[in-house]
C-alpha cells in the first residue's frame, strides 16, 4: 500500500519490481508512428486531387435496361471491351433498324439527308449506337462515324414539319438526375419538345436517360467548369480548371462524358473563368467537335468567348438568349416565358434554360400547352446549333 500511495501519477510498481509506462508515452508513441507511416504513404502515393474540393458521389447502374452482353456505361473494367454489336473487320456493317447511324450514309437511297438524323414519328434510340460510340478510357465516349453520322444528328429529336416562317422556341431544362422525385416530375410533366440536360453527378443516371429517351425528349449533359470564386463555388468533382493542362482537362472532361450516353452535346454548368480563357477553352472545344457533338453556352457569362473559340474549332454551336427562372417566382417566371416569345417571333428562334425546379417544370409545362395555339412551335437544341443560331 505504502509503495502504491509513492508511486508518481500512472506508474505501478508490481511484485517483480518493474514498473510500467504511463498510457500517455503510449498513446504519444502511437501518434509518432501513425504519423511516419502517413509521411511514407504520401510519398509514395500522391493524391493527384490533393488540395482540391472533391465530393463521393454514387452512381447508380442498376436496372437500365442494358442487356448483360452490352457496354457497361462508365464501367472502367469494360471500357476496353467489346461494343454490343460491334462491326468486326471483315464483317458487312449492320445497316438495320438498332443501327440508325448509317441512315441517309453511302449508298443511301436519299443521299441528300443529313446523316443520321431520324425521320419525324420514329421512337428516339435509348441505347448506345455503336456506329458513333467509342470505347474510352472511363467508359463510352461520343465519336463521328466512317460515314460522316455524328451524335449531333443520330441522337437529335426530328423537327416538326411546319411553315419555315412558324417562329420557333428552345426550352432546356437542366440539372436532371440529381433529384430522383425532381427528375420523376420533370419527365412527368414536361412535352417531349424540352430538351433535357443531365447533371454527370446524379444516381441512376441510365435509367432516366432511357426514360427520357423514350418519352421522346433530346438530351444535353451538364459540362462542369470553373467560375470565377471556385472553390468557394465548387461545380463538382471533374470541374474543367484553367490552372490545369490542355491533356488533363480532356481528360476530366471524357470522364465526365462517359457516365451517360444518348446526348446530342454538351451545355456549360457554370464556368464564368474557363469560359473567358481562350488558350484553356480551344482545346476542349476542339475535342467536342472532333466527337461530333454540339456545345450550347446558357448565356449567363458576358465574358464568355465560347462563340468565337467555337466558330474557329468548326463546332456546331448555340447560345440562349434568357434564364427563364433567374427568379423563380411563378409570375417572373411567366413574365420570361412571354419575352421568349416575343424574341422568337421578332428573330424566328430563341432559346430559353431553366433548372429543374418544381416551379420552373410546372409553369413551362403549362405554357407548353397552348404554344402552338399562340403560333409557335417548340423544337429541339440541336436544330439551332445546327444551323448555327446564337443568342
Known amino acids: 500500500m505504502a509503495d502504491d ?3 508518481p501519477l500512472g506508474l505501478t510498481t508490481s511484485k517483480t519490481g518493474w514498473k510500467r509506462l504511463p498510457f500517455g508515452a503510449i498513446g504519444i508513441a502511437l501518434l509518432m508512428l501513425l504519423s511516419a507511416g502517413a509521411v511514407v504513404w504520401t510519398a509514395f502515393f500522391p493524391d493527384p486531387f490533393g488540395g482540391e474540393p472533391t465530393a463521393v458521389v454514387r452512381i447508380d447502374r442498376g436496372k437500365t435496361g442494358v442487356g448483360p452482353n ?12 467489346s461494343l454490343p454489336g460491334e462491326q468486326k473487320d471483315g464483317e458487312p456493317a449492320s445497316g438495320g433498324p438498332a443501327d440508325p447511324g448509317t441512315r441517309g ?21 435509348s441505347t448506345p449506337v455503336i456506329r458513333v460510340t467509342d470505347r474510352g478510357k ?13 451524335a449531333l444528328e443520330v441522337y437529335s429529336r426530328p423537327v416538326p ?6 417562329p420557333k422556341v428552345v426550352i432546356v431544362v437542366g440539372g436532371l438526375g440529381l433529384s430522383q422525385t425532381g427528375t420523376q416530375e420533370a419527365l412527368r410533366l414536361l412535352p417531349p419538345d424540352v430538351t433535357l440536360a443531365f447533371a454527370p453527378y446524379g444516381s441512376s443516371l441510365d435509367r432516366w436517360m432511357q426514360r427520357a429517351r423514350q418519352d421522346g425528349h433530346e438530351l444535353l449533359l451538364q459540362l462542369p467548369m470553373e467560375p470565377f470564386d471556385y472553390p468557394d463555388n465548387d461545380p463538382g468533382p471533374h470541374t474543367l480548371l484553367t490552372s490545369l493542362t490542355a491533356e488533363q482537362n480532356i481528360e476530366r472532361m471524357h470522364y465526365v462524358l462517359s457516365r451517360v450516353t444518348n446526348y446530342v452535346g454538351v451545355i456549360n454548368y457554370m464556368g464564368a473563368k474557363f469560359s473567358a480563357d481562350d488558350a484553356r477553352l480551344t482545346p476542349v472545344f476542339r475535342e467536342i467537335a472532333s466527337r461530333g457533338m454540339m456545345y450550347l453556352d446558357d448565356g449567363t457569362s458576358a465574358r464568355s468567348v465560347a462563340e468565337p473559340i467555337a466558330r474557329t474549332s468548326k463546332l456546331p454551336f448555340a447560345k440562349a438568349d434568357l434564364v427563364i427562372d433567374a427568379v423563380s417566382t411563378e409570375q417572373a417566371i411567366d413574365a420570361r416565358l412571354q419575352q421568349l416569345e416575343n424574341l422568337a417571333r421578332a428573330r424566328g428562334i430563341a432559346i430559353g434554360v431553366a ?6 417544370v410546372r409553369r413551362i409545362s403549362e405554357w407548353a400547352k397552348s404554344v402552338e395555339g399562340r403560333g409557335l412551335i417548340i423544337v429541339p437544341a440541336s436544330m439551332a446549333a445546327r444551323e448555327g443560331q446564337s443568342g
Open 5 to 7: 500511495l509513492n508511486a
Open 70 to 81: 452490352d457496354i457497361g456505361v462508365g464501367d472502367p473494367k469494360r471500357a476496353g471491351g
Open 105 to 125: 450514309g453511302a449508298g443511301s437511297a436519299d443521299p441528300g439527308k443529313r446523316i443520321g438524323v431520324p425521320p419525324e414519328g420514329q421512337p428516339l434510340t
Open 138 to 150: 472511363f467508359g463510352p465516349l461520343p465519336k463521328i462515324a466512317p460515314d460522316g453520322a455524328r
Open 161 to 166: 414539319k411546319r411553315p419555315a416562317a412558324t
Open 355 to 360: 433548372s429543374a425546379l418544381p416551379v420552373s
